[in-house]
């Protein structure tokens, strides 16, 4: 495979057909928007799971990202529970908050219930929680319902990478009427490469002419008009995948440095679940927050660097790196362990909430 020219987002949006759902989107989003707004609560966009890159118009093969969605709906979890509402953007059919604890491959969901009696004469029978697992159960089916009675999580679906960016020019642009209480959360997996539409073969590509050579174009790197024109104000963090841990830091301070964002959470693919590191520029001290703004709703979080003991900050002329880690699991008979999301998102509502009040 050879590469090809790259796109600007501008000639992108020119030349790559919108979603035939996108009119809709866009206006479910911008009702649930200004509800939220109404209530006063942060927003987060959340995006979720890999973007998918068909070969052919009438699609019946495509190129696929990695990304199961645990890291995004796992992440809207804590954020729900720290009192944000949720824009969760995510690949059809990958993990959803509070569904995801009974993903049918690892945990069925069939698994934990049990009838109930031999039904009472008219062919009636009782279904209950398994006793063993009823109490995570409960847990989770509150927060669950909680949220729908909040009307506190909205969920869109994407599956190919068009879809992908066409929703996130479109959901930032309305998100962005909450100017500094919106946060944007990239956490799907997104493809680098894709083909245009104008150079799509209509039908499935036939196998008689041997070996197959497809020219991809670069996906336009959308983080510098999302930064500049789509987003006013917003905090947006985006996630930096690497195998080779080595370029991880290098690779994250290239997209602060190129886009201008906030934060960027690095993560090697192996090590995800146990460790991330957060990569921002260097800033002067904060002052100490105002009494009435310090003593908000939210428990205050622990910084990366003192989570677990674990962590280690180091300075660089214009970078900032703090490495969050978690222990892995001991021995339990709880099906809850410990997620380094929670920690992840305890430490941006943290940030959040000083570039809310101290305008950086
Ligand atoms: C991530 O790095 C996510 O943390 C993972 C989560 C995809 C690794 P899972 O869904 O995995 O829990 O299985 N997401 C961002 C990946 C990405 O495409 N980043 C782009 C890049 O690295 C920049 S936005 O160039």
């Given at each position: ?74 992440s809207a979890e804590y954020f729900l529970k720290a009192g944000y509402a949720v824009i969760f953007m995510h690949r ?7 569904s995801r604890h009974y993903s049918h491959s690892t945990n069925p969901f069939l698994d934990f219930l049990a009838v ?245």
């Amino acid at each position: 495979m050879h590469q090809s020219t790259s796109f600007s987002a501008e000639s992108y949006f020119a030349t790559q057909s919108a979603p035939p759902s996108l009119a809709q989107d866009i206006a479910d989003v911008q009702a649930f928007v200004a509800r939220q707004a109404a209530a006063n609560r942060n927003v987060v966009l959340v995006t979720s799971g890999g973007t998918t890159v068909p070969l052919e118009l009438n699609v019946v093969r495509f190129l696929d990202n990695f990304s199961a969605g645990t890291r995004g709906a796992t992440s809207a979890e804590y954020f729900l529970k720290a009192g944000y509402a949720v824009i969760f953007m995510h690949r059809q059919f990958s993990l959803q908050p509070f569904s995801r604890h009974y993903s049918h491959s690892t945990n069925p969901f069939l698994d934990f219930l049990a009838v109930e009696g031999e039904g009472d004469g008219d062919g009636t029978v009782g279904i209950t929680a398994d006793k063993r697992t009823d109490a995570d159960l409960l847990a989770v089916l509150t927060a669950y319902k909680g949220v729908q009675m909040a009307g506190s999580l909205h969920t869109l679906t994407f599956v190919t990478v068009n879809d992908y960016l066409w929703l996130l020019r479109a959901v930032s642009q309305e998100l962005s009427l909450l100017r500094r209480r919106a946060m944007y959360y990239l956490a799907a997996a997104v493809s680098d490469f894709f083909l245009p539409r104008q150079k799509m073969s209509e039908h499935k590509i036939q196998s008689g002419k041997g070996s197959l050579h497809i020219e991809m174009d670069q996906v336009p790197k959308v983080l510098k008009p999302m930064v500049e024109e789509w987003t006013r104000d917003g905090f947006i963090v985006s996630f930096k995948l690497e195998t080779d841990d080595r370029l991880l830091i290098p690779k994250a301070r290239a997209a602060l440095e190129r886009y201008g964002h906030q934060v960027v959470i690095g993560n090697d693919l192996h090590t995800r679940k146990m460790q991330v590191v957060f990569v921002e520029r260097k800033r002067k001290p904060l002052p100490p927050l105002p009494p009435e703004e310090n003593a908000g709703p939210l428990p205050p979080p622990k910084s990366p660097a003192d989570a677990h003991g674990a962590g280690e900050e180091t300075e660089s002329m214009t970078f900032v790196e703090s490495w969050l880690r978690i222990t892995p699991p001991a021995a339990t008979t709880s099906t809850q362990v410990k997620e380094i999301e929670e920690d992840i998102v305890a430490e941006l509502v943290r940030r959040h909430a000083a570039w809310i009040v101290h305008d950086r």
